[in-house]
């Protein structure tokens, strides 16, 4: 697992500000000029207008799009509009798709696969595809939002999601699953937030805090903030709140393989 990166207050404005679907949907779109194919139908699992929307049309402009803003990680009390042009064929949920076995051939998903169990979006995943499909996502990792989750049990406030899963297990998911070569790695940033009530705008302006405090009894976010003050135990010299976020990123094809002989591929980012 690769160190932690410390970034200070004043650098990567996208990261510092809740942009971590622009920040991960970005490196996921720097990995599509390494597919081997062209795909022609591709699902967008998770959809929002977003960065990585606009490199798939960039990369693939003749390839058919289903898009999906049914993600785990935003908030459930409101959804994102997909405008025709956004989606050609329509709309699919998370864990099961309303689609046709082996009907794309390519899936990404960023982070939106990440508050729900990876072994049964994995295999999902490997139904729609088609032979030679590739699978390229992003999720949430072990550590990520450690500081918060602490500070949520400090002030006794009830989470719906205590765990996110190791790097290693993912790549074991996905062989069991069926995929073919995955290769695996992880990036981790260490942000920093001057208080509470700036930490909670910036997770929910990412979706998060509707994931991790889904059931939750605290009726707003300021009653969030109001019992959450105080109780971060990890603070820098300058009395930042410290925020760990901790992603995986992967890419995995769905063919014939050796099961003896398959392995999974760790990459530093």
């Excluded at 990585?52 to 009390?77: G, W």
């Excluded at 989470?159 to 290693?168: R, S």
């Amino acid at each position: 697992m690769s160190d932690c990166k410390e970034i200070q207050p004043d650098l990567m404005p996208n990261a510092q500000t809740g942009g971590f679907h622009e920040e991960s949907g970005q490196e996921l779109g720097e990995r599509l000029q390494f597919l081997p194919h062209q795909p022609k139908q591709i699902v967008n699992v998770g959809f929002r207008a977003s960065t990585l929307s606009r490199l798939l049309r960039s990369h693939f402009p003749d390839a058919s799009m289903n898009a999906s803003d049914k993600s785990l990680i935003a908030n459930p009390e409101t959804e994102h509009k997909i405008t025709a042009s956004d989606s050609q064929d329509g709309v699919s949920e998370l864990e099961q798709m309303s689609l046709d076995d082996e009907s794309a051939d390519l899936i990404v998903s960023n982070l939106s696969a990440s508050f729900c169990d990876p072994k049964v979006f994995f295999s999902e995943c490997y139904r729609v595809l088609r032979e030679n499909g590739t699978l390229l996502f992003s999720m949430f990792a072990t550590r990520s939002f450690q500081e918060f989750r602490q500070a949520c049990r400090n002030s006794g406030i009830v989470q719906a999601h205590e765990k996110f899963p190791e790097m290693h297990d993912i790549g074991d998911f996905l062989l069991a699953g069926g995929f073919a070569n995955p290769v695996v790695d992880i990036d981790c940033k260490r942000l920093r937030y001057p208080d509470v009530e700036c930490l909670m705008e910036v997770l929910e302006q990412s979706g998060t805090n509707a994931a991790l405090l889904r059931d939750s009894q605290l009726p707003s976010t300021k009653s969030v903030q109001s019992n959450l003050a105080g109780q971060f135990s990890e603070l820098d010299d300058n009395g930042n709140i410290i925020l760990t976020v901790d992603i995986i990123y992967g890419i995995a094809w769905k063919k014939e393989f050796d099961a003896s002989t398959a392995q999974v591929h760790f990459h530093p980012v």
